[in-house]
């Protein structure tokens, strides 16, 4: 459990923290819809080459961030293992043709070049992000997250909300595990090892304390920011709000023309899929 | 009883408060079913509470947030359709406030078995129809894996909400003053 703590920000001192957080969401968010519409493959590896070249600048440590990539390497595998069984012509029919490694055409699992393909373009869009993600949580304060999610148009009274959020994480964590172990202390097996309704049970055991005093915290926190006048005033500054410098700028310029590619490219496929198979 | 502009910050700190408990809830207390990123959801049933006692707006935002928050630290990149459906559904259990009206502490069994219905119906149109819909346009996933998984996860947070849920509000509801329980004296 200790390992799945939040993978936590620390100034690394590259370009990458002195980018301003806002510039740092936009291309975020930019490259991952991007990303999500596309299935070119060969612009799916452009962009992943280029996120891990920007990740090596970030100088994060691999083993820092070992836990998380094995459990997205374990989840997209098994995603990938499903697709298969579910549908293991799809790649077929999106392609058009229909080209056998393995098997015959009759049966029912068989395997096709298409479907190969098309398995590892959807492994490519799991993980083309993982890289830009990582970077963006490690390099990115999280006080100065919730100053860009303003600065970007969102309203303030949102981004407010979600700086409380990633303000109590950690102590609803750790309300979470001190319930937790007294609760097991007075007898719940929680573990993997206990049947499964004696976990259910038990997870109601830690909710209901957990629920009931963050309630009560909802009330003093509320309490208290309306003491100080919150939510009086049309806009709101941020002290961790950084001004755009001209590589923001930059940055900016570099993510619009690998989304404009990106779209250029649809045009070029006539859809979102790159048919390779023609 | 309370001015708007102290709901308006309630609602405020209600969402941030909701959505850690929601990304804590999501990431810990999570029991997988055996099929791939679905699993039973214990955070279903707090989405339940929190949209009785604080309405569509925070309870849509806390589990947006939460959930996104959540994707973006276990799988690296939200999934956004999912994301968007499970606001969609708190926004639904937020409508729910005004029927059950919990902060007047009563509820009586009609109306945990009206929520009940209303909540399966509410999971059904998220999990089963809009959620795999998403996937396949959005991601050209296909389609019998994401109704699988759609199918799967409209079956467990519909019954993490009727067990989870259901206790929560009863819970809830017992430590309200209960409207109308004073008396003058003659």
């Not at chain 1, 459990?1 to 930019?30: A, E, P, W």
């Not at chain 1, 015959?104 to 479907?115: A, D």
């Not at chain 2, 639904?92 to 209303?118: C, M, P, Q, S």
């Not at chain 2, 396949?136 to 994401?146: D, G, L, N, Q």
Request: hydrophobic share 50%; net charge positive; proline share 3%.
């Amino acid at each position: 459990m200790q390992n799945q703590l939040l993978i936590g920000y620390d100034n690394r001192h590259t370009f990458l923290n002195r980018l301003s957080g806002s510039t740092k969401l936009l291309c975020f968010v930019g490259l991952s819809i991007i990303g999500m519409m596309t299935y070119d493959t060969r612009y799916l590896i452009g962009v992943m080459v280029f996120s891990l070249i920007i990740f090596h600048f970030s100088k994060i440590n691999y083993r820092d961030i070992k836990f998380v990539v094995n459990v997205i390497i374990g989840f997209s595998v098994l995603n990938l293992v499903m697709v298969y069984v579910f549908a293991p012509h799809y790649g077929v029919t999106i392609y058009g043709t229909e080209h056998l490694l393995l098997g015959s055409s009759q049966h029912y699992f068989n395997l096709t070049t298409e479907q190969l393909f098309y398995e590892f373009n959807l492994l490519l869009k799991y993980t083309f992000a993982v890289p830009l993600a990582l970077i963006f949580l490690m390099t990115t304060n999280p006080s100065e997250f919730a100053a860009s999610l303003n600065k970007i148009g969102i309203s303030y009274r949102i981004s407010y909300s979600v700086a409380i959020a990633l303000r109590y994480i950690p102590d609803v964590q750790n309300d979470y595990r001190t319930i937790s172990l007294a609760q097991q202390a007075r007898g719940f097996e929680m573990s993997k090892k206990a049947p499964f309704m004696t976990r259910v049970r038990g997870s109601i055991q830690i909710l209901l304390p957990l629920i009931f005093s963050s309630l009560d915290r909802i009330e003093v926190i509320s309490q208290a920011m309306e003491l100080r006048r919150f939510g009086k005033g049309k806009k709101r500054t941020w002290y961790m709000a950084q001004k755009f410098k001209s590589n923001d700028y930059l940055a900016l310029l570099c993510v619009l023309v690998i989304i404009l590619i990106g779209i250029g490219l649809f045009k070029v496929n006539g859809g979102r899929f790159w048919n390779p198979f023609n | 009883m309370q001015n708007k502009q102290s709901t308006s910050i309630r609602t405020v700190v209600a969402t941030g408060i909701g959505a850690a408990i929601i990304f804590v809830l999501m990431k810990f207390v999570a029991i997988p079913t055996g099929i791939p990123n679905t699993q039973v959801n214990v955070a279903a049933g707090f989405l339940a509470l929190l949209g009785a006692i604080f309405g569509p707006v925070a309870a849509g935002l806390a589990v947006f947030i939460g959930h996104a928050l959540n994707d973006f630290v276990t799988y690296g990149s939200p999934w956004w359709t999912w994301i968007i459906v499970d606001g969609l559904i708190g926004v639904a259990f937020g409508f729910a406030k005004n029927r059950l009206k919990i902060e007047d502490g009563v509820l009586g069994t009609a109306k945990l078995v009206w929520f009940n219905i209303y909540q399966v119906i509410v999971n059904f149109i998220g999990w089963v129809l809009l959620a795999p819909t998403g996937d396949i346009i959005v991601y050209h996933e296909p389609a019998t894996k994401v109704y699988l998984q759609g199918i799967t996860t409209w079956l467990v947070n519909s019954i993490s909400v009727a067990i989870i849920g259901s206790i929560l509000l009863v819970l809830y509801a017992r430590t309200r003053t209960q409207r109308g329980s004073l008396k003058k004296e003659r």
